[in-house]
């Protein structure tokens, strides 16, 4: 479509993935994304970013794999871990965004097979200097997705930059 894009990730291996991704989209479907599109190996909770950018797109740590629920200890282990990783990076995020900037991420979350178990983070979005958009037709508890089965959840999140 035109536009540019940066990824970046801690772990080599993603952007090896994305680099797949990337020659697979062009060779399926004659995309000419490749020269538009750098990636690099970066800590995303205190990399600076000298490409602008107009949004962010992202999908944080989700935890360690899961098969299945793990006990209550661990687990309270695995959310503080995705928690700190994400508060750093909105922490780090934050002075690179324009003041009302909005942007998209899904965070973890946590099926217990009863509820979901959201991020600590959430309550705290504001005072961390983000609001969370509240869409007209979709409720924030739609914007969290598994599959069946499945422990890690996906949650949405679309801030917006106070």
């Not at 950018?53 to 989700?62: K, R």
Request: with cysteine; net charge neutral.
């Amino acid at each position: 479509m035109g536009h540019s894009a940066v990824g970046t990730d801690i772990d080599p291996r993603m952007i090896e993935y994305s680099q797949k991704n990337l020659d697979w989209l062009q060779s399926k479907f004659g995309s000419s994304l490749k020269g538009s599109v750098k990636f690099g190996v970066a800590d995303a909770t205190n990399h600076k970013w000298t490409d602008h950018f107009d949004t962010v797109a992202s999908e944080l740590f989700l935890g360690r794999p899961l098969t299945k629920l793990p006990s209550p200890t661990d687990l309270r282990q695995i959310i503080s871990d995705a928690n700190t990783i994400a508060v750093k990076f909105l922490n780090n995020l934050a002075p690179q965004l324009k003041t009302g900037q909005r942007f998209c991420i899904a965070v973890p979350a946590w099926n217990n097979g009863e509820r979901i178990i959201h991020l600590p983070l959430i309550d705290q979005l504001t005072d961390m200097g983000y609001n969370r958009y509240d869409f007209v037709h979709v409720r924030n508890d739609d914007l969290v997705y598994f599959r069946e089965g499945q422990t890690v959840a996906r949650e949405l999140l679309v801030l917006k930059r106070i």
